[in-house]
C-alpha cells in the first residue's frame, strides 16, 4: 500500500476549524431555542392551572 502524504495549508486548517466550531455554536444555539420553546410551553401551562385555580378560589 502506497502512502499518501496530505498537505493543508494553514489558511485552509484554520477555515476548517472555524467551520467546526461554527457548526457547533449553531447545534448549540438550536437546542438553546428548542428548550426556550419549551420552557415557554411550561409557563403557559403553569399559567393556565393557575387561572383555573383562581376561578375556583374565587368563585367561593
Do not use: P, Y
Not at 10 to 31: P, Q, Y
Request: proline letters at 0%; aromatic letters at 4%; hydrophobic letters at 45%.
Amino acid at each position: 500500500m502506497e502512502e499518501v502524504k496530505v498537505r493543508v495549508s494553514i489558511g485552509r486548517w484554520s477555515e476548517m476549524v472555524l467551520n467546526h466550531k461554527l457548526k457547533k455554536i449553531r447545534s448549540n444555539i438550536d437546542a438553546a431555542a428548542a428548550s426556550f420553546e419549551k420552557c415557554q410551553a411550561k409557563i403557559k401551562t403553569a399559567r393556565s392551572a393557575l387561572a383555573e385555580l383562581e376561578l375556583m378560589v374565587n368563585a367561593d
